[in-house]
């Protein structure tokens, strides 16, 4: 089983559609969680931190269930900007800054 | 005013060859890191600097040989080139080993 495991995709959704992805950890002691955003052929982004109460970003929304070791990321009012690949991060809780990647999702939003 | 910054963008070479790709960041930053992206998109750490100390280093063959002149520089050689080494490589760099990283443009290393 994969440390971090994402839906690959594409996700082929409207503009102005709510989107959601799911990824899950393995590492119960995982301590930290993110996501990044990687545009086609360039670098990975922070694009926000995951905690435990959930967290909001304009019209992003990621929550954590450690119960069940997921992590979610909602796009509300999908943009075409919103197109790119999105990487599920996770940091173990004894491994220093050693981030695990998930595969990335790659989300494309259609006019 | 480049954050993080790697060269070579692109690098075609043969087998068997030796390569090195530059990393620098202005940021003032502490750590610094190497990350291997294959062919299916996953992004691996290789190696993490730390003030120019070797903090992490992940099971990476030894024809793979991080050097860091100075904290703002971590640069990567590569010995005896396989064909499996054909991926994009990603620096990146952040304040300090618990803070964010931010990722340089990558280079993108093909082995023929």
């Known amino acids: 089983r994969k440390e971090v495991e994402q839906d690959p995709g594409p996700f082929n959704v409207p503009e102005g559609a709510t989107v959601a992805f799911n990824c899950t950890y393995s590492n119960s002691a995982s301590q930290s969680f993110f996501w990044y955003r990687q545009d086609c052929r360039k670098e990975p982004k922070l694009l926000m931190s995951?905690?435990?109460s959930g967290n909001e970003d304009g019209r992003f929304t990621a929550q954590l269930n450690r119960a069940s070791q997921y992590i979610s990321l909602l796009i509300r009012d999908s943009k075409l900007s919103d197109s790119a690949t999105y990487l599920c991060?996770?940091?173990?809780?004894?491994?220093?800054?050693?981030?695990?990647f998930g595969g990335g999702t790659r989300l494309m939003v259609k006019p | 005013d480049t954050a993080v910054s790697q060269t070579p963008k692109y690098l075609v070479t043969q087998m068997g060859n030796d390569k090195s790709i530059k990393c620098e960041q202005n940021?003032?930053?502490?750590?610094m890191y190497w990350y291997k992206q294959d062919s299916k998109k996953f992004l691996k750490i290789m190696f993490s600097y730390n003030n120019k100390e070797l903090i992490i280093n992940e099971t990476v063959p030894n024809r793979f040989s991080p050097k860091s002149p100075d904290k703002a520089h971590l640069n990567l050689h590569i010995n005896s080139l396989e064909l499996g080494d054909s991926a994009v490589y990603f620096c990146?760099?952040?304040?300090?080993?618990?803070?964010?990283?931010?990722f340089g443009p990558g280079t993108r290393l093909l082995v023929l």
């Open positions: 991060v996770v940091r173990p809780n004894n491994a220093g800054n050693m981030l695990t």
């Open positions: 995951v905690y435990s």
């Open positions: 990146a760099s952040s304040r300090f080993p618990e803070e964010t990283q931010y």
């Open positions: 940021l003032g930053h502490d750590t």
